[in-house]
């Protein structure tokens, strides 16, 4: 053989076998979870330029970056300026999902909407995912009522209607039309509410405030839990632990969670500290060290802790100063710790990311 048929039969060989591996490739193309926190500060306070609460879970496998189902837990203040980072926009999300109806877990939704009533004309309307009406004594918290008035004031300013004179196509009703909310009543048990293809979203009741829910997606590449702000049924001590028996429950069902995020408050914020952060608050949220008893008895691989209690390197939360000077990633590291976690603690920044499997 002369040296140029040889050089080109080694050449044809060598894309053969490049054209095999890229059909193994396809045909075994692994599936993939990235959850990425959007926003990790806790409570409607505002430090170091964080967002308010919320998660992002995306799955799907190595063929489309684990980008084939999006979907947001929570959507607080700046919510889609952390979307725009991964990149990605409003338009692009499958569901929307609340833990609950406070502003610093809705805030961003009618920005959300707003994009997405503005831009995506011919996009379907993202579900909104959320408790039924709930209440509790004195009031009553409504996600139908919170979707429904959402763009209200760009109605009332009269942005909506010089909007849709511009364009005819957009959709009568301002933002609050881009959303399909679907609703479903908690329990103590875990009830599917959501699902696309392989990916399955479920429920179940916890306690906050009246409403408040807390969430597993199972997907092929592994499962989270997003605990939202839940808090032990007994509001106050004496109690076995300030974490969620439901939030365990969902996290064991009906097999061990890979990922619990949940918001964490330090226990250096407890009201015999000397913080002054009101007690009633304070035993409302689960400590770091319990969230960690948890997180090891449902055989959890990452704890991500996020909406921290205080902030890493705040001196204050909101008007109480935390006592002994700014937390590091450390003193959260060591309360986890404490309560005998030996998994990944991530202490959440926003954009921190999980992918499952690792790379
Ligand atoms: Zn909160």
Not at 31 to 43: D, K, N, R, S, W
Not at 84 to 100: C, E, G, K, N, R
Request: proline share 6%; net charge neutral.
């Amino acid at each position: 053989m002369n040296k140029n048929r040889y050089l080109a039969l080694s050449l044809l060989l060598l894309r053969a076998i490049a054209g095999c591996a890229l059909i193994v490739a396809s045909a075994h193309a692994a599936p993939c979870l990235i959850v990425t926190l959007t926003g990790t500060q806790g409570g409607p306070s505002v430090f170091g330029g964080l967002a308010g609460a919320g998660t992002l879970v995306r799955y799907g496998d190595d063929s489309n970056g684990c980008n084939a189902v999006r979907l947001q837990f929570d959507a607080g203040r700046g919510t889609s300026m952390r979307l725009s980072q991964v990149p990605m926009t409003a338009i692009d999300l499958h569901a929307i999902f609340f833990t609950h109806l406070h502003s610093d877990h809705v805030d961003g939704l009618g920005d959300l909407l707003q994009i997405r009533w503005h831009f995506g004309v011919k996009a379907p309307k993202v579900d909104v995912v959320c408790s039924a009406d709930a209440s509790a004594g004195a009031y009553a918290m409504s996600c139908q009522k919170l979707v429904a008035h959402v763009g209200d004031a760009y109605i009332q300013s009269g942005e909506i209607a010089q909007r849709s004179v511009e364009d005819k196509t957009r959709l009568a009703g301002g933002p609050a039309a881009a959303a399909n909310v679907q609703t479903f009543e908690p329990k103590d048990e875990p009830q599917v509410v959501w699902s696309r293809g392989e990916v399955k979203v479920s429920a179940i009741r916890s306690t906050h405030i009246a409403g408040h829910a807390s969430y597993r997606v199972d997907t092929p590449a592994g499962s989270v839990v997003i605990g939202g702000d839940a808090g032990n049924d007994t509001p106050s001590p004496p109690r076995a632990t300030s974490a969620s028996a439901q939030v365990e429950r969902l996290a064991k069902f009906p097999t061990g969670a890979d990922i619990i995020v949940h918001s964490a408050i330090h226990p250096v914020m407890g009201p015999d500290q000397g913080s002054g952060f009101p007690a009633p608050i304070f035993h409302r949220q689960s400590t770091a060290t319990d969230l960690g008893v948890m997180a090891q008895r449902a055989g959890a691989k990452y704890l991500m802790l996020t909406h921290l209690i205080p902030p890493l390197g705040a001196r204050q939360q909101g008007p109480y100063k935390v006592p002994g000077g700014a937390l590091t990633e450390a003193d959260y590291k060591k309360a986890t710790e404490a309560g005998g976690f030996t998994g990944n603690t991530v202490v959440g920044t926003d954009m921190v990311s999980v992918r499952l499997p690792a790379k």
